[in-house]
């Protein structure tokens, strides 16, 4: 399968491995100048073989390598234009998370957006899936937790990012960690669920070496069980030395992750199971990746759909809105 990768220089050199990893050819990358791609394709080159063309327009690019799929890896302001019209050239999109969001623009217009990419694929019967990792690990990390989905009433997450640029305003931080501990949740709910908009409490605090939020909320699932959720989101600076912390708990069992590299650079993640038992696994990403190519080639929905894409996006600006008073 031909795969392009948009914006490449960041997370998505990651992407372009995992999708190599599977099988797949790279056939081109897109960058923000000709400049930037170029130099994004030799360090590719470099690190698996890469050997496609590097562009900094798109529409070239889907015309000139004809990509069956793409990941979209650039920033939220770019992914609607970029996956419309990749949808409406006939490929697959599997893209970052959030999958519409642009801060200029009122929560409707964002929702907007999103309905209207899932919609376009579906009147030309594509898969479009949305980067969210931690809810397709959901199985796995319950079954660590000796649980299943349908038994977990009580569900938390901490997970910390290290940025050289933090700390960060707390709304921001819950824009980018913020749809993950909701994937999770979703995941648990099953379709149909419902944030209980009186349960939300925000609590957000800022210093000099790191931004914090906790959000605690409930979930009415459809089969009338009340699901209650717990995020912590931290955000820290380089003087904060120590790896950052990602764990969860279901129904107060906690599972950990730590992520690993392989000799031959392969990222794998490594659970650790409430009785220490350390459990290694494929990447999330790189699950997610190959739950998406299935997805194309027997013509289903993906584990993390658009509407799954679509429902996080709706949660995360509702608690963004309803949380954080900071506007839409």
């Known amino acids: 399968m031909k795969i392009a990768i948009l914006g490449a220089s960041g997370i998505g050199k990651s992407h372009a491995r995992w999708f190599a990893s599977h099988g797949c050819e790279v056939v081109s990358i897109l960058g923000s100048s000709d400049d930037s791609a170029a130099q994004t394709g030799a360090a590719l080159a470099a690190d698996f073989g890469f050997a496609g063309l590097t562009y900094s327009n798109l529409t070239a690019l889907l015309h ?9 890896a650039t920033p939220s302001t770019q992914h609607f234009m970029q996956s419309l019209e990749c949808l409406e050239a006939g490929v697959h999109v599997l ?7 642009a801060p200029t623009r009122k929560m409707r217009e964002n929702l907007d957006g999103a309905k209207e990419l899932v919609r376009l694929a579906r009147k030309k019967k594509l898969v479009l899936a949305t980067q969210l990792q931690y809810g397709a690990a959901t199985p796995i990390l319950c079954k ?5 989905p349908p038994e977990v009433g009580d569900f938390a997450m901490e997970l910390e990012t290290a940025n050289p640029h933090a700390p960060r305003e707390t ?13 999770v949740a979703q995941f648990l709910a099953g379709e149909g ?16 070496h790191q931004s914090e939020i906790t959000a605690r ?19 820290l600076d380089a003087t904060i030395d120590r790896k950052p912390v990602r764990r969860f708990a279901f129904n107060g069992r906690v599972v950990t992750y730590n992520g690993v590299i392989a000799p031959d650079g392969t990222y794998g993640a490594q659970y650790t199971a409430p009785d220490g ?28 759909s658009g509407e799954f894409g679509m429902q996080n996006l709706e949660w995360l600006l509702k608690m963004a809105n309803d949380g954080m008073a900071d506007g839409d």
């Open 193 to 208: 669920a419902k944030i209980v908009e009186e349960s939300l409490r925000v609590m957000r605090s800022q210093s000099e």
């Open 95 to 101: 893209c970052e998370k959030p999958l519409v969001y």
């Open 217 to 235: 909320f409930s979930v009415s699932c459809p089969n009338g069980r009340l699901l209650t959720c717990r995020a912590i989101l931290r955000a």
């Open 171 to 183: 709304r921001e931080l819950w824009m980018d960690l913020g749809p993950h501990p909701l994937s």
């Open 64 to 72: 000139e390598t004809q990509p069956d799929a793409v990941c979209v």
């Open 277 to 304: 038992y350390d459990n290694l696994h494929r990447d999330p990403v790189s699950y997610l990746i190959g739950d998406f190519l299935h997805a194309i080639r027997e013509r289903q929905d993906p584990l993390i």
């Open 144 to 148: 660590l937790a000796g649980t299943t």
